[in-house]
């Protein structure tokens, strides 16, 4: 867990705690384990090798750090290295870009209340849907430069036959996020989904097709923090909700905050001894298939962090809690107010997608094998219909977190 954290000081700090143990002691504070030894080699995802962690000084480099999307709506911070990470994909990992967007849902487990796909412009955690489940990663492209689509060969075309002209690749994305992404789909289909994994309606009308993916392409908007998907009403930035800081949390590193807490009466979040709101009990108890998001995001960052430890490096924490910090809260709190506003449109557009005809799978295009299977890796054919590419292989798929 210690290569992730809330900004870069902090891993930055454990990167130099590291480099600065003796070799004895750094296998226990690296944490080593089946996939990631500090004495093997790993290379850069590119084929460069890198420096066994094991030889390295009090003074080496630390890794590049990105933005992470721990968990749904949850931007944190990482080592993006491959000698720090269990279960790394590097055909993910070698795809991320300025344009390219990652899906995550849960394909072969129940879903629970809220949204059945969450999208992030930034590298996913294994877990990042609902801190449970794992691997089920769909990227928008299969190349950095988003000149591939990850799309079945034939399926725009099908539909552009139908439509009388062919949406491309974000088109058909925001489509399937406009059904999948807000918070009816989950109730009208309850039943249906006990059989584990989303099933995407497609609908036959040019007319409804378009109306949705333009309202899916909002939702990735503040999904994705304004980073993709800008258009003529859709700026670089989350739209103000509101949301505002009533009182600010204290940056006194004796005043961290320990715990926070939700005043019903009042609609208000008490982190430390700042506040904030008004915050309605909807966006306070929004939720992703049992992860709270909310609740969590401020878990996470309690002087005392939530879920697992894995190392002694875990207990290095931020000393202060920042004005940017307050920021990204009241960000989250106002692309959920947002999310719950679009709500009755989103709802009413599935409506109008499953009263009318729609295409059954027998009238698309099967994936070859090769689409199935993520850049660079061995072909295996499959029988499952998927739009997307499917890596099947994973490792585990619980971190164990008290979401």
Known sequence: MWPIGENKDVLEKRWERLCQTKVEQRKTHFKESRDRKIARQYDNFAGKPLDKLSDLTGKAPAPVVEHYCYRSFDRQYAFIDNRLGDYLRPPLVNVRGEKNLFFAALMT??????????????????????????????????????????????????????????????????????????????????????TPGPRVPLTKDGKTFVEAAALGRKLIWLHTYAERFRGTDRGDEVPQGKATTIKGVSADPAHYPVEYAYDEAKREIVVGDGRFGPVSPQVWEFEVSGLKVVQSWLGYRMKKRAGKKSSPLDEIRPERWTARMSDELLELLWVLEATLAMEPELEKVLDKVVAGACFAAADLPTPAPEERKAPGKAVVAGDQLDMFADDDDGGEDDDGDDD
């Open 109 to 194: 487990k129940m879903l629970g209340v809220g949204a059945a796909m969450v999208a992030t412009p930034d590298l996913p955690d294994l877990d990042v849907f609902c801190g449970r489940g794992g691997k089920d990663v769909i990227p928008l492209y299969r190349d950095a430069a988003a000149t591939e689509a990850n799309v079945t060969a034939g399926l725009l075309d099908a539909l552009g036959a139908e439509y009388g002209t062919t949406p491309d690749a974000e088109d058909l994305a925001a489509y399937v996020y406009a059904l999948l992404g807000g918070q009816s789909y989950t109730r009208r289909f309850w039943n249906e989904l006990e």
